[in-house]
Structure formats: structure tokens, C-alpha cells
Antibody, heavy 120, light 112 residues
């Protein structure tokens, strides 16, 4: 049973870079049917795709965030990471790492989420 | 790619059935049988309840069922229970989108 756990600072100053890491346990990050994803939920709002990465390094990003976001994967550490540059108050949200399964064509595994506040 | 449209809230009494709609377009919901549904209790990880429109992952109660008509997918919860009170999100695959998925706006289910 795959489990995901987010880690990273809960407070990021405006204009700085948000950095989060997701550690994968109970499964392989090189699994051919898995796309390692980042999804966020601003307070009081719905879920929003940030993007995902395949173990080969291939990525897809939400066009509205693409210029500020980088998702990377470290297969040796069984981790994947999110970096979001030049954050503003609008980036404050609960951030989830997740696995999108091509077998289900759905997100079949989610982390617990980590709340990121943007403030000085 | 716009978010799929869901009602903001749906409520029902214990034992009743409720249905949550998820309206998209011919580019997403209408073009694929690849709608998934998620249950989200605040403070917890969202949970996959339905995939490929009608299928339940192992361990999901058969009180949850999915369907689709043209551009609208639906999630029905029968025999409503207090533990079903949560937010529910639909999500559709759409190969022309980047990433190729779009979430719904979310529905708050209340058990009266």
C-alpha cells in the first residue's frame, strides 16, 4: 500500500520560493503506471492541479502556474518535490502530493496535505 | 480548461439517497468514461470513491455509485449515513488539457 508524506516549511515569505517534498513509501517511485502529482486547495476553494512528473522526468504543469513551478523526482530517495517561485498570498493553500494512476485514470493515493501560509 | 460544475451543497436525511451532479463539456466529461469521484473530510486526505465513471476501488461501499449522461456525470449515495458528510469532488480526464485532468468545483454533503 503506497503512502505519501509531504514535508516542508509551513510559512513562506511573499516573493520567496515555496519548496515541498513528498516521500513515497510502500511502493516504487519508478512504477510505470504512476504519475507523481501536486494538487492544492486554497482556503474555502476547490482542488487545483499544479502538475505531475513521471519517473523518467517528464512533467506536465498547469498553464497558469507553469512559469513559476518546477516538479522534480529523486528515484534514489523515493521522493518528488515541488518548487514554486515568487509566491504571493494567492498561493496560500493546503498542498497535497498524490499519485495519479494511469491504471485507474484517477488519483488513487493522497498525502495528508500540508498547509502553506504566505506571510512575512 | 474550466473547472467542472458541481452544486455547492446537497443534503439528505439518514437512509435517504442523494445525487451529486458534475457538468462538463464535450471535451472532458462527454468525451471519456474517465470521471473519478473523491470524498474529502476536512483535515484528512481525499479518498478515491469512483473511477472510470462507475467503478469502485476495493473497500468502497456499494452505497456509492456513479453514472454519466452526455456531459454530466453523477455520484449517488444511497442509504445516507452520518459518516458520509464531507466534501465531494469529481474529476475528468481530458487529453487536450494540461495536466490532462480537471476537477469539479466541489459539493458539500450534509446529513440532516
Amino acid at each position: 500500500q503506497v503512502q505519501l508524506q509531504e514535508s516542508g516549511p509551513g510559512l513562506v515569505p511573499p516573493s520567496e520560493t515555496l519548496s515541498l517534498t513528498c516521500t513515497v513509501s510502500g511502493g516504487s517511485v519508478t512504477s510505470g503506471d504512476s504519475y507523481w502529482s501536486w494538487i492544492r486547495q486554497p482556503p474555502g476553494k476547490g482542488l487545483e492541479w499544479i502538475g505531475y512528473i513521471y519517473y523518467s522526468g517528464r512533467t506536465q504543469y498547469n498553464p497558469s502556474l507553469k512559469s513559476r513551478v518546477t516538479i522534480s523526482v529523486d528515484t534514489s530517495k523515493k521522493q518528488f518535490s515541488l518548487k514554486m517561485r515568487s509566491v504571493t498570498a494567492a498561493d496560500a493553500a493546503e498542498y497535497y502530493c498524490a499519485r495519479t494512476s494511469s491504471w485507474y485514470s484517477a488519483v488513487d493515493c493522497w498525502g495528508q496535505g500540508t498547509l502553506v501560509t504566505v506571510s512575512s | 480548461q474550466s473547472a467542472l460544475t458541481q452544486p455547492a451543497s446537497v443534503s439528505g436525511s439518514p437512509g435517504q439517497s442523494i445525487t451529486i451532479s458534475c457538468t462538463g463539456t464535450s471535451s472532458d466529461v462527454g468525451n471519456y468514461n474517465l470521471v473519478s469521484w473523491y470524498q474529502h473530510h476536512p483535515g484528512k486526505a481525499p479518498k478515491l470513491m469512483i473511477y472510470e465513471g462507475t467503478k469502485r476501488p476495493s473497500g468502497i461501499s456499494n452505497r456509492f455509485s456513479g453514472s454519466k449522461s452526455v456531459n454530466t456525470a453523477s455520484l449517488t449515495i444511497s442509504g445516507l449515513q452520518a459518516e458520509d458528510e464531507a466534501d465531494y469532488y469529481c474529476c475528468s480526464y481530458a487529453v487536450t488539457y494540461t495536466p490532462p485532468y480537471v476537477f469539479g468545483t466541489g459539493t458539500k454533503v450534509s446529513v440532516l
